[in-house]
């Protein structure tokens, strides 16, 4: 059973930074793409950022571009997303999962809430 755990969330102010985490256990990590999602309150749930197995090709929401970036480690079966510029509508809920459509069971994600 695959296992998510985001981590690293937290209240910050407009312009500030954080650096999420999400550690997977119970899978093969490395050959999956994977992604960061988020899901503001009444909203769906959103792609973010995605990146590639081979750490190749990432991919971000126009809404993020430029000031979120994400990154993996194999080794240690880890995602990140770090946020820089953070702004008020950037306020989430934000979970990682396979960046592809055979998703996993979701996590019980990482709140960030942007507020001055």
């Known amino acids: 059973q695959v296992q998510l755990v985001e981590s690293g969330g937290g209240l910050v102010q407009p312009g500030g930074s954080l650096r999420l985490s999400c550690a997977v256990s119970g899978g093969i990590f490395s050959i999956r793409h994977m992604a960061w999602y988020r899901q503001a309150p009444g909203k769906e749930r959103e792609l973010v950022a995605r990146?590639?197995?081979?750490?190749?090709?990432?991919n971000y929401a126009d809404s993020v571009k430029g000031r979120f970036t994400i990154s993996r480690d194999n080794a240690r079966n880890t995602v990140y997303l770090q946020m820089n510029s953070l702004k008020p509508e950037d306020t989430a809920v934000y979970y990682c999962?396979?960046?592809?459509?055979?998703?996993?069971?979701w996590g019980q994600g990482t709140q960030v809430t942007v507020s001055s």
């Open positions: 990146i590639t197995s081979g750490i190749t090709t990432t």
């Open positions: 999962n396979d960046g592809g459509s055979n998703l996993w069971p």
